[in-house]
């Protein structure tokens, strides 16, 4: 199949029905740069088509999982629509990328084969966006997570927003989303977000693998069956809500707390917010 083939931001292994999906940057801490999202449509897609893929382990390499989305690697898509004077065109054009990224972390959730995210260390914005996507989430006991958009300045636009809710509830949601804060592995197992917590990460895969056994072992049709009639409620309300934030942040990203936000990261001081 079209995965068989050399990956910039997926290391991608297919086995006994069962193919094994790693995050491997090229940023640090494997964040999500331009290939990571001009990849996963492809990847995902072909692993939705394969008959020989009954399940897929997503996993980071390394000791984390993501840290998010990749700013200095992404700004060239960011440049126009925060430039002074940005009006319809520039927007525009970022609706658009934001569309096509979206379209990425849908794939995920799209793909007909239950996706089992396996995540060790730090899971950070679009990390969660792309767990958020999965059908079930393990994690090791070293890991953190954050919905840290809010912290930059961003509202989440890449799907947290629209399906966490459906896996941890509305007000944990809110908590998280709101104060952008960090929780660790054992209180991500408490509200939800994850299944279950193991000791490490070769114990984490161990897990994950063997969860994924379970599901390929599976009459495969009733598999798919079952995960697109667990999906078929929730969808019209998860793409009304990624077409809302979209347009959103089309509209409304552009600000001086962004620019403010970022400059912070950059010179690692702590961002001094105005509301403007």
């Given amino acids: 199949m079209t995965y068989v083939q050399e990956w910039k931001a997926f290391d991608v292994k297919v086995a006994d029905h069962i193919a094994e999906v790693t995050l491997i940057g090229p940023g640090k801490g494997n964040a999500m740069g331009p290939d990571f999202w001009s990849e996963l449509v492809p990847l995902f897609g072909a692993l939705d088509t394969d008959p020989g893929v009954r399940a897929a382990v997503l996993t980071g390499a390394g000791k984390h999982f993501s840290y998010g989305l990749d700013l200095a690697a992404m700004a060239g898509d960011f440049g126009k629509v925060l430039s002074d004077g940005a009006k319809a065109g520039p927007r525009t054009e970022f609706h658009d990328t934001i569309k096509r990224m979206q379209a990425g972390i849908n794939a995920v959730a799209d793909c007909r084969k239950p996706v ?46 629209a399906r966490l809710g459906g896996i941890i509830g509305d007000g944990h949601v ?34 994950a693998r063997a969860a994924a056994r379970e599901i390929a072992d599976l009459p ?14 929730r969808r019209a309300q998860i793409e009304d809500s990624l077409r809302y934030v979209a347009a959103w942040n089309a509209a409304f990203l552009p600000s001086e707390d962004l620019t403010e936000a970022t400059g912070a990261v950059f010179e690692k001081r702590p961002p001094k917010f105005q509301g403007r």
Wanted: negative net charge; charged residues 20%.
């Fill in 220 to 233: 495969p049709l009733v598999v798919q069956g079952t995960k697109t009639v667990l999906d078929h409620t």
């Fill in 116 to 161: 089992i995210a396996a995540v060790a260390g730090w899971c950070i914005g679009g990390g969660v966006d792309l767990i958020s996507a999965a059908d079930i989430r393990y994690a090791s006991a070293d890991a953190q997570f954050s919905v840290r958009e809010v912290r930059v300045a961003i509202v989440a636009d890449m799907g947290s927003l």
């Fill in 174 to 207: 809110r908590e998280l989303a709101l104060t952008g804060k960090d929780i660790d592995a054992a209180r991500a197992e408490q509200i939800g977000l994850v299944n279950d917590v193991f000791a490490d990460r070769d114990a984490l895969l161990t897990g």
